[in-house]
């Protein structure tokens, strides 16, 4: 963490090493956003259940394409590349995903998935102007009122994330910096 001082892994203590132990089985080290809530993990528990009720009512696939698309219009280095290697890991070759970075809108992904990835970056761009026509526009590809809820939650959410670890300067993660060099950098470019 550049901007403030947080509780190192060593220090950690209740529900901050229990998130600490969390991300080392599943990821095999502590994640940097996790360092970022270290100061505060009851606020890490709420968004870790937050996020989680999310993503048990949307598809993966759908969740990280509009969590995607969301990291790519904030720019956020480290969403895009966490989200990235989500995707990479689970649906796309290095060359579609950067495709997909280039313009998602021409990069051959389904035309629900375009609808939700531009959906998600109106809303984040101007939600104030968001009107019944974008969601509207969500119908013909067989959305639900509950999956446009979905939908918009997903990217809500990844607003309030993304601008945390940007905000508090918090580094990718060092396990990015072993993704293939052109990868890294379509993904790390604004």
Sequence with gaps: MAFINTVSEDQAQGKLLEFCAADKKAKGYVANHTTAFSLRPEVCEAWRKLLSTIRSNIR???FELVTFAVALELECTYCKL???TVLLKNFFTPEELKAIVRDFRNAALASDEVAVMEYAQKLTREACNMS???TEAL???SLSDAEILDVTR???SRNSMSKTPDSLGAEPDAV???LDSS???ALTTR
């Design 139 to 141: 119908r013909p590809h």
């Design 154 to 156: 997903a990217a809500a």
């Design 183 to 185: 990868l890294r950098e």
């Design 60 to 62: 993966l696939r759908r």
């Design 82 to 84: 966490a989200h990235g």
């Design 176 to 178: 990015y910096a072993e």
């Design 132 to 134: 019944n026509r974008d």
